[in-house]
């Protein structure tokens, strides 16, 4: 699933082709694509059409493109595999196309491709940010706390929050109320930067400790954004089309068996909440008090 990196990098594709263009039409050709807009995909078309597009934002994972008057949005997850691609209107349409947005400007359009159509649009009322004191979030995200890489992200309140939460601090840096935009490979990339076990639990952490997980987290996704994001496979790409190379630098994730760059100790996988946690043996030791 794309996480910050990969989102920001579609963000900043999008304010380069779209900002300012007028949307003539939206097209809705699967309705699952638009399943939270629940007037349904005739409004969501409507709502659309005549409309300006200001400069694209983004919360975490979530990225929109505030609209004329700016009371509205159009607001995008992309979930597991949705792309959001400027093309020229005569290319011809991919596999799995779900929307297409056109323009006034008819020298490129806008595409929603989601093979597993886990992601979705919506046109969303803007609300005031909770985070952000004079800015403005669309409503159905306003409970997603600020990214780390936003200048709104207040760090004592994190680590506050961090250490009432008592849980595992991976658990909790997936935890979109808590800090938005981390997903399980940026969340391992960062404690291993930090050297902390995924388990260690939260009640127990210094100010320290939580500001060399944030600082990690921080660094690692810079270079993600560096490197135009992470790409496993051909489902994660930008507004062009193309890849991200970052899968290159990881240092935890994905690298069972290999050697910890740190440390040279062979790199473990163990279950975390259904999925995969990477983490060296050497360098973060599991805590005798552990939370999962």
């Not at 190379?245 to 910890?260: H, I, K, Q, T």
């Not at 050497?282 to 008090?289: A, D, G, I, L, S």
Request: aromatic share 8%.
């Amino acid at each position: 699933m794309p996480e910050l990196p990969e989102v920001e990098v579609v963000r900043d594709g999008l304010e380069r082709w779209v900002t300012g263009r007028t949307i003539t039409t939206a097209e809705v050709l699967h309705p699952r694509a638009v399943r939270r807009h629940l007037a349904g995909p005739d409004d969501f078309a409507a709502r659309l059409a005549g409309q300006t597009i200001a400069g694209p934002r983004r919360r975490g994972k979530y990225l929109w493109l505030p609209l004329a008057g700016d009371r509205e949005a159009l607001l995008a997850h992309l979930g597991m595999s949705g792309q959001l691609l400027v093309n020229a209107p005569d290319r011809p349409e991919e596999k799995h196309l779900r929307v297409r947005v056109a323009f006034t400007q008819d020298d490129l359009d806008l595409r929603f491709v989601d093979q597993r159509t886990f992601g979705h649009l919506m046109v969303a009322d803007l609300v005031p940010d909770p985070f952000d004191p004079g800015g403005s979030v669309p409503e159905p995200i306003a409970h997603i706390a600020a990214d780390p890489l936003e200048d709104a992200f207040d760090e004592e309140r994190f680590f506050q929050a961090l250490r009432r939460r008592r849980t595992g601090v991976k658990r909790a840096l997936l935890d979109q109320s808590l800090i938005s935009g981390v997903g399980n490979i940026y969340a391992d990339e960062a404690l291993w930067r930090a050297q902390l076990h995924w388990a260690r639990p939260t009640e127990t952490m210094t100010r320290a400790e939580a500001s060399r997980v944030l600082t990690a987290a921080r660094e690692v996704m810079a270079s993600a954004l560096r490197a135009g994001g992470t790409s496993f496979d051909s489902l994660y790409v930008n507004v062009n089309g193309e890849s991200g190379y970052f899968e290159r630098s990881l240092d935890a994730y994905g690298r069972r068996d290999e050697p910890c760059r740190r440390c040279g100790s062979p790199i473990r996988r163990e279950v975390f909440m259904n999925r995969s946690s990477f983490s060296c043996p050497t360098c973060q030791p599991r805590p005798r008090r552990a939370r999962a």
